[in-house]
């Protein structure tokens, strides 16, 4: 089944400290309109139109690691990029820029070079965690006096997009049918939107595992779609009177794993 996937680009101002003796510290807000829920019986986490990943920014002398220094004319630097994500599944970060510069009085844009400061992905930043990576930035060293540039203050405003998997919870249930050769046990896996979020794409996909106490009776069934939202794997026919219990495993990311006894 394909992965369903959700984008959102953003545009949002940013002010920023950028002169000679200045230590850039940003902060920008990507906002995802959409809803990722956490593992079952887990909380869900809802993002809103005010609520997303953030993004901070550093400036170091070192692309490889994030060691604090100083623009200084005419010495290459890097600008850090290192996006937070509150959200209980992994985002991907597909692209981070400055769009565009205001520049402070006396300092013009056109000593600031970001011309290589455009982000193009992929930057996985898995659940509730960070990752950070670099772009080159740099003071241009025009031969002139540049004392007008300390300290001053650039406004920035960022672009950039971002797409997590939508994850939906299951419920499994475990039924007996009874014939000549024995009872059959078939496990329904059903998948359901939460409040808010887009309607299930597809029936669950992965396997489910029959067992009874520490025994396997079915290992790892392949489910077969019988529904919308509905999936179906069987075991058996056997023999004798049996407490089963089915585990439901996702494969792909989309579903949440569950299980239940009967």
């Known amino acids: 089944m394909k992965q369903l996937r959700r984008t959102k680009a953003v545009r949002q101002a940013s002010t920023v400290a950028l002169g000679i003796a200045a230590l850039v510290i940003a902060a920008l807000v990507f906002i995802l309109t959409s809803i990722a829920t956490g593992p079952t019986k887990s909380p869900k986490f809802v993002l809103t139109s005010d609520t997303g990943f953030s993004i ?3 400036i170091s002398s070192s692309p490889t690691r994030q060691i604090a220094a100083l623009l200084y ?9 290192t996006a937070h994500n509150p959200m209980k599944v992994p985002i991907t970060v597909t692209s981070m820029s400055v769009a565009d510069v ?3 009085a006396g300092c013009p844009t ?8 455009t982000f193009s992905g992929p930057l996985v930043v898995p659940a509730s965690g960070t990752n950070a990576v670099s772009v080159p930035i740099s003071l241009i060293d025009t031969g002139t006096n540049q004392d007008s540039c300390e ?6 405003d960022y672009e950039g997009t971002a797409t997590y998997s939508e994850v939906y919870e299951t419920t499994t249930v475990v039924t007996s049918s ?8 078939t496990a329904k896996v059903t998948a359901s939107a ?9 029936s669950p996909t992965g396997t489910v595992t029959f067992t009874e106490g520490a025994n396997t009776i079915c290992a790892s069934v392949p489910l077969t ?12 026919p056997i023999t004798g009177e049996h407490t089963i219990t089915a585990t439901y495993t996702n494969t792909d990311a989309n579903f949440d794993s569950s299980g239940t006894g009967s």
Not at 110 to 117: E, P, R
Not at 178 to 185: C, P, V
Not at 194 to 202: F, H, I, L, N
């Open 194 to 202: 939460a409040t808010g979020q887009d309607p299930v794409p597809s």
């Open 225 to 236: 779609s019988t529904g919308t939202t509905t999936s179906t794997a069987t075991c058996g």
């Open 110 to 117: 056109s000593n600031l070079d970001y011309s290589s400061t």
């Open 73 to 81: 004319p005419g010495v290459q630097r890097y600008l850090w990029y």
């Open 151 to 156: 300290n001053t203050t650039f406004s920035f």
């Open 178 to 185: 009874e014939d000549q050769s024995g009872l059959t046990y």
């Open 102 to 104: 205001t520049s402070p």
């Open 56 to 58: 901070t920014s550093t």
